[in-house]
């Protein structure tokens, strides 16, 4: 059987060492609680969770799948006892406010605890992930009394929550939904449609499901201006156990996460309530997506890191051929394939993923606390940071997971493709982390259209100045030139790159998309040289001084030179792409497209 184990001091070099996070949690209000050895003790506590709890689950949750009966959904063997394990821990009410019975802790202590649960278990994990996003939703935009009824419950773990956005016809474009909300005069409200792809939509996992619901009210302005938002509860508080015209139509048949409930969800005239100003609900339902979409980049390194693990156990172990330089254990009949070159190559791209992935997701986690949590300048520039990064590392981190993912099944063989090794199941769930909460196309449309180009490149000015003033911080380190000089070309070029596809899109819009997705992922890869460049300077520092683990330190200046060496230079590839323009793409005829 597959297994997972917490990558403990990974975890803490980036926390500690790379991002000094005492020093972090000491500087925010209300983090002064959070000491080394208090978070310490709560990544032990989740480790052992991830590790004997949710990890023996995780194929079990594919093999057996949910079951649907009438409206009902029964989760797989094991999953709501592992869940009131998670309840009766606090898990749930880690990082939310005290006053509706959290913990108080900063958001960034409950990605970490995410990052161990997900890559043990991810559909299990998608659970109170779902209800983590309503919870934050109902405390930005809820009144008191909807705090007090629906917040504390899901705080708690008692309930749990969804977000329901797609209809059968609408996707992405959102103006189109037609869920109606009707008012009753009582400051209730009547909502009727239907919602698909509902995640976690229906399960026996919690006595109450509460529904965050787009629906359009009769009075409402067509398209995306006349969307508004209601909690929608599967029972009303004061009436549990009691039909409230909320119902699983049925379960979609998916390619993979079968382990958690991927729904068709009918309200017939449902009770529900408003959340937020008439109208505006798309603008509410943002607090949800922004902490959906960190989620889903949190699922690519999940999956990158589990790919790595198993194969990296399975490379050192599996006898195949002789090494090209003749053999590494003559005693046997072959070596073991972690000698041959491309095997390597496999191994360590999935490890520069997963544990830059890690840095970057951790960097963006502490940009969350300083946007909940600090004030004035710093608060502000941390939400323009956080808001540039969020779409680059979704879509990035998810396209590189799933890579990493196939790397993983590449390095079994044959075995690769077969269940009980667990990897294509790795490769089938990490799939879907490319399509929800928007997909790569629609975040690259969001960074390079919404976030660089109109701001007139100030948000990308953002994360350029930091990187520049790492570069020219160092730029007298002679043991960090193999990184800095590349990363100094790639961040000037990054603003020129930047400008040319704004010139050309002033006479021609198409030409944001057609550069979009390279664009993002030319991002992407300069993002992750920054975090590897900052890692490798640590690990400098702490070999010079003689601290620590050598071999460690040691496995992370090899793994940012291959970085550098071997991922790095693909965007080269990209800077010609993205240049090309948008003719190769839109000058066919599409009834040539079948020709």
């Given at each position: 059987?597959?297994?997972?184990?917490?990558?403990?001091?990974?975890?803490?070099?980036?926390?500690?060492?790379?991002?000094?996070?005492?020093?972090?949690?000491?500087?925010?209000?209300?983090?002064?609680?959070?000491?080394?050895?208090?978070?310490?003790?709560?990544?032990?506590?989740?480790?052992?969770?991830?590790?004997?709890?949710?990890?023996?689950?995780?194929?079990?949750?594919?093999?057996?799948?949910?079951?649907?009966?009438?409206?009902?959904?029964?989760?797989?063997?094991?999953?709501?006892?592992?869940?009131?394990?998670?309840?009766?821990?606090?898990?749930?009410?880690?990082?939310?406010?005290?006053?509706?019975?959290?913990?108080?802790?900063?958001?960034?202590?409950?990605?970490?605890?995410?990052?161990?649960?997900?890559?043990?278990?991810?559909?299990?994990?998608?659970?109170?992930?779902?209800?983590?996003?309503?919870?934050?939703?109902?405390?930005?935009?809820?009144?008191?009394?909807?705090?007090?009824?629906?917040?504390?419950?899901l705080v708690s773990g008692e309930w749990?929550?969804?977000?329901?956005?797609?209809?059968?016809?609408?996707?992405?474009?959102?103006?189109?939904?037609?869920?109606?909300?009707?008012?009753?005069?009582?400051?209730?409200?009547?909502?009727?449609?239907?919602?698909?792809?509902?995640?976690?939509?229906?399960?026996?996992?919690?006595?109450?499901?509460?529904?965050?619901?787009?629906?359009?009210?009769?009075?409402?302005?067509?398209?995306?201006?006349?969307?508004?938002?209601?909690?929608?509860?599967?029972?009303?508080?004061?009436?549990?156990?009691?039909?409230?015209?909320?119902?699983?139509?049925?379960?979609?048949?998916?390619?993979?996460?079968?382990?958690?409930?991927?729904?068709?969800?009918?309200?017939?005239?449902?009770?529900?309530?408003?959340?937020?100003?008439?109208?505006?609900?798309?603008?509410?339902?943002?607090?949800?997506?922004?902490?959906?979409?960190?989620?889903?980049?949190?699922?690519?390194?999940?999956?990158?890191?589990?790919?790595?693990?198993?194969?990296?156990?399975?490379?050192?172990?599996?006898?195949?051929?002789?090494?090209?330089?003749?053999?590494?254990?003559?005693?046997?009949?072959?070596?073991?394939?972690?000698?041959?070159?491309?095997?390597?190559?496999?191994?360590?791209?999935?490890?520069?993923?997963?544990?830059?992935?890690?840095?970057?997701?951790?960097?963006?986690?502490?940009?969350?606390?300083?946007?909940?949590?600090?004030?004035?300048?710093?608060?502000?520039?941390?939400?323009?940071?956080?808001?540039?990064?969020?779409?680059?590392?979704?879509?990035?981190?998810?396209?590189?997971?799933?890579?990493?993912?196939?790397?993983?099944?590449?390095?079994?063989?044959?075995?690769?493709?077969?269940?009980?090794?667990?990897?294509?199941?790795?490769?089938?769930?990490?799939?879907?982390?490319?399509?929800?909460?928007?997909?790569?196309?629609?975040?690259?449309?969001?960074?390079?259209?919404?976030?660089?180009?109109?701001?007139?490149?100030?948000?990308?000015?953002?994360?350029?100045?930091?990187?520049?003033?790492?570069?020219?911080?160092?730029?007298?380190?002679?043991?960090?030139?193999?990184?800095?000089?590349?990363?100094?070309?790639?961040?000037?070029?990054?603003?020129?790159?930047?400008?040319?596809?704004?010139?050309?899109?002033?006479?021609?819009?198409?030409?944001?998309?057609?550069?979009?997705?390279?664009?993002?992922?030319?991002?992407?890869?300069?993002?992750?040289?920054?975090?590897?460049?900052?890692?490798?300077?640590?690990?400098?520092?702490?070999?010079?001084?003689?601290?620590?683990?050598?071999?460690?330190?040691?496995?992370?200046?090899?793994t940012a030179r291959f970085y550098f060496?071997?991922?790095?230079?693909?965007?080269?590839?990209?800077?010609?792409?993205?240049?090309?323009?948008?003719?190769?793409?839109?000058?066919?005829?599409?009834?040539?497209?079948?020709?």
């Amino acid at each position: 059987m597959p297994e997972y184990k917490a990558p403990l001091r990974d975890m803490d070099f980036v926390l500690n060492e790379v991002l000094n996070a005492e020093q972090h949690y000491q500087n925010l209000s209300g983090c002064e609680d959070a000491t080394p050895d208090m978070v310490g003790a709560i990544m032990e506590e989740g480790a052992k969770f991830a590790e004997r709890v949710l990890s023996p689950l995780n194929q079990i949750g594919d093999q057996q799948g949910c079951q649907w009966d009438d409206g009902t959904v029964k989760t797989p063997e094991g999953f709501k006892e592992a869940y009131d394990q998670f309840v009766e821990g606090g898990w749930p009410s880690l990082a939310h406010e005290t006053e509706y019975g959290g913990q108080g802790l900063p958001e960034s202590i409950g990605i970490i605890v995410n990052e161990m649960v997900g890559t043990a278990n991810w559909s299990w994990s998608m659970y109170p992930g779902l209800s983590h996003g309503a919870m934050n939703t109902l405390n930005a935009h809820g009144t008191e009394d909807q705090k007090q009824t629906y917040l504390t419950k899901l705080v708690s773990g008692e309930w749990t929550g969804t977000m329901c956005l797609t209809e059968p016809h609408c996707g992405t474009d959102l103006g189109m939904l037609r869920t109606k909300a009707e008012p009753q005069g009582d400051g209730s409200y009547k909502i009727s449609g239907t919602k698909i792809f509902i995640s976690a939509g229906e399960h026996d996992m919690a006595d109450n499901i509460v529904h965050i619901v787009l629906a359009r009210l009769p009075d409402a302005p067509a398209g995306t201006k006349g969307i508004s938002l209601f909690i929608v509860p599967k029972h009303l508080p004061e009436t549990i156990g009691t039909d409230n015209g909320v119902s699983c139509g049925s379960l979609e048949h998916k390619m993979g996460i079968h382990g958690n409930a991927t729904c068709v969800m009918n309200f017939d005239e449902a009770t529900g309530y408003l959340i937020g100003p008439e109208n505006k609900g798309l603008n509410c339902m943002f607090t949800f997506m922004n902490t959906a979409r960190l989620g889903t980049a949190l699922q690519g390194l999940a999956h990158a890191e589990w790919g790595f693990q198993n194969s990296l156990v399975y490379a050192k172990d599996r006898l195949q051929m002789r090494a090209l330089n003749g053999p590494a254990n003559p005693d046997k009949a072959a070596d073991p394939i972690i000698v041959h070159p491309e095997v390597r190559k496999m191994l360590l791209t999935q490890k520069a993923f997963a544990e830059g992935g890690r840095a970057m997701i951790y960097y963006c986690a502490q940009l969350v606390d300083k946007v909940e949590r600090a004030e004035g300048d710093e608060k502000k520039q941390a939400d323009a940071l956080l808001a540039f990064l969020t779409p680059i590392a979704k879509a990035f981190l998810t396209e590189v997971g799933f890579e990493s993912a196939n790397h993983g099944l590449q390095v079994f063989g044959g075995h690769g493709f077969i269940a009980e090794w667990g990897m294509e199941q790795n490769v089938r769930d990490s799939r879907i982390s490319m399509l929800y909460e928007g997909t790569t196309q629609i975040q690259a449309l969001d960074l390079l259209g919404r976030k660089v180009l109109m701001t007139q490149g100030e948000s990308l000015k953002g994360f350029t100045k930091i990187l520049h003033k790492f570069c020219q911080a160092e730029s007298d380190n002679s043991d960090l030139q193999q990184y800095i000089k590349p990363l100094t070309e790639l961040n000037k070029e990054w603003g020129d790159l930047t400008m040319k596809i704004g010139m050309k899109a002033m006479q021609n819009r198409d030409e944001v998309g057609a550069a979009s997705v390279d664009y993002l992922m030319y991002s992407g890869y300069v993002v992750l040289g920054y975090f590897w460049a900052r890692m490798a300077k640590v690990a400098q520092e702490k070999l010079a001084a003689g601290e620590g683990d050598a071999a460690f330190y040691q496995a992370k200046l090899t793994t940012a030179r291959f970085y550098f060496q071997r991922i790095l230079p693909r965007t080269r590839g990209l800077v010609e792409t993205m240049q090309s323009g948008a003719d190769n793409l839109m000058e066919m005829d599409q009834e040539h497209f079948a020709f």
